[in-house]
């Protein structure tokens, strides 16, 4: 069913774990088939500087994880933000059809990331504004 690229990415996940004091933290799920993902960023002026997951679910999942860690870690935010499934399906070579949605997840779980680090960013402006 699995190519040898999602084989390996499953066998030997790179990024697996939690940063303690992430910029920010996205979680998503898939309610069909109940898995779910959650990505870590470590962000420094703009750039994200470390990508971690931890993420409870299918073989594809956790390779996708994998391998849209890797893509996005020294990139921008702007850059990061670019990535769609696609791209973590074309690292990966292929995925089955009825896998596809496992790359979206990824995908998702970046972007709620970002959106967490964008939000803790705006809220972190508007506390300087009010210490003036
Ligand atoms: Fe749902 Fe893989 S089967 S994320």
Do not use: W
């Not at 303690?20 to 993902?37: H, L, P, R």
């Not at 960023?41 to 703009?46: E, M, N, P, R, V």
């Amino acid at each position: 069913m699995y190519n040898e690229k999602v084989i390996q990415e499953f066998t030997c996940p790179k990024n697996v774990g939690e940063i303690k004091d992430a910029d920010g933290v996205g979680k998503v799920g898939n309610a069909k088939c109940g898995d779910i993902m959650k990505m870590f960023l470590k962000i420094d002026d703009g750039k994200i500087t470390d990508a971690k997951f931890q993420t409870f679910g299918c073989a594809a999942a956790i390779a996708t994880s994998s391998v849209a860690t890797e893509l996005i870690k020294g990139k921008t935010v702007e850059d990061a933000l670019k990535l769609t499934n696609k791209d973590v399906v074309n690292k990966l070579d292929e995925l089955p059809a009825q896998k596809i949605h496992c790359s979206v997840l990824a995908e998702e779980a970046i972007k709620a990331a970002i959106d967490d680090y964008e939000s803790k960013a705006k809220g972190r402006d508007i506390g300087k504004l009010g210490n003036k």
